[in-house]
């Protein structure tokens, strides 16, 4: 296999083992609650906490901290999951706990710092590598909650919850070490160092493009909340909705990756890998509004098999990410690429910090919910077919 996808397969893994932390701690509810004396409704807080570290990374990513060394960068980044991860079974405070889980959220991080490599790696394969490194998110979520199921089994205690937060700590660094070993580094070039002295912020395609994506953040970390919380289906089918849900955002990242990629070769110039991005996010949202119509009618008649069915498809939303996570690289000069991307990430982001929140105070039933979520939909395919009459920044600055 070609060192290149070697490389493309070794971050995917990374991302995954960073992800896996991602819902591990909700799976101890009940040993959490007894062992830190706290009441139910004070677990969420560390769920939230880790959804705004990963709105907070972005913002991270417009300072040097992630700037310089490509791999000591994503070591870095590594261990604001991986250290946590270590300490989190033997702190005594809840609140602590909390902190601990909100720099968790800075794994994210990852994202924007792969896209710099796949761009240096690929050309019209960018959407199909960067599909693959994204799935290693959904894998990270089933790693994480299949762990530990396995490691605690009914009937256990807080030490076997220890022994699977250690564990998991050290598979982090088990695999960045392989992933050291094999990968090349580069040098992510900091902002002062740009030769064009232009701020990504300038352009009112950072702004319109960044949204294109919030929509389908807002669907990807609330509708799985959304499906445990408004269904009537027994908890084994719960859990099944939502498992197939991830494993349908895995594959859809890939397969859509995939198709970015052919559209992408056709034509190679910057328009030209714009259109095909823009093409594959439209065919994403436009599919996933048809799956939550179907997840709609299924959750609301009580018939699982279409409520799993309108969840299969609805997961083609993530298919947005691979073309998204390559826009930068498309659309803006070489030297600001890498800032554009963190740029383009913390707004679409904002998503994190926003959905969960909003969908808890509006939604009181079904119906409720399931409008919002296709309207975001809508709202992504509109501002996609906005962006496609707008000049890039490459194209305003002539190069």
């Keep these: 296999m070609d060192k290149k996808w070697v490389t493309v397969f070794l971050d995917m893994l990374v991302v995954a083992s960073g992800f896996g932390t991602m819902h591990m701690l909700e799976k101890f509810k009940g040993l959490v609650i007894e062992h830190y004396r706290i009441a139910g409704s004070a677990l969420s807080y560390q769920q939230d906490a880790f959804v705004i570290g990963l709105f907070v990374a972005f913002l991270l990513g417009g300072t040097g901290i992630f700037k310089g060394s490509f791999k000591k960068s994503v070591a870095l980044i590594v261990s604001f999951a991986a250290i946590p991860q270590f300490l989190l079974p033997f702190v005594g405070n809840w609140w602590i706990v909390v902190a601990l889980r909100f720099f968790q959220g800075f794994i994210v991080a990852l994202i924007a710092v792969f896209s710099t490599q796949v761009a240096r790696l690929f050309l019209a394969e960018r959407p199909l590598a960067k599909g693959i490194i994204l799935s290693g998110i959904f894998w990270g979520g089933l790693y994480g909650i299949t762990f530990a ?105 890939i397969i859509m990756g995939y198709l970015g990629y052919r559209l992408s070769v056709k034509n190679p110039s910057h328009r030209g890998l714009f259109n095909a991005i823009v093409s594959v ?63 383009l990430g913390l707004i679409s982001n904002s998503a994190n910090a926003v959905a969960p929140n909003v969908m808890f105070l509006l939604v009181s039933g079904v119906n409720m919910g399931m409008v919002i979520f296709l309207s975001v939909a809508l709202m992504g395919i509109i501002l996609l077919l906005i962006s496609l009459r707008m000049r890039l920044p490459v194209e305003e600055l002539g190069e």
């Design 281 to 343: 996010m439209i065919i994403s949202y436009a599919l996933a509004f048809i799956g939550l119509f179907i997840v709609w009618r299924g959750i609301s008649s009580g018939q699982y098999i279409l409520a799993l069915t309108g969840l299969a498809i609805t997961g083609i939303v993530q298919g947005t990410g691979p073309a998204f996570w390559t826009t930068a690289p498309a659309t803006y000069p070489r030297d600001i690429y890498p800032k554009a991307s963190f740029a």
């Design 149 to 253: 199921r396995l490691f605690v089994p009914a009937g256990s205690g807080w030490p076997a919850v220890e022994k699977v937060f250690l564990i998991s700590a050290g598979i982090m660094y088990l695999v960045l070490a392989v992933w050291w070993l094999v990968v090349e580094d580069f040098e992510i070039p900091h902002e002062e160092k740009a030769k064009s002295g232009i701020s990504v912020w300038k352009f009112p395609f950072t702004w319109v493009f960044g949204f294109t994506f919030f929509p389908a953040l807002w669907i990807i970390f609330t509708l799985g909340s959304f499906t445990l919380h408004h269904t009537n289906f027994t908890d084994s089918q719960v859990a099944n909705l939502v498992t197939v849900l991830e494993i349908s955002m895995g594959l859809w990242s």
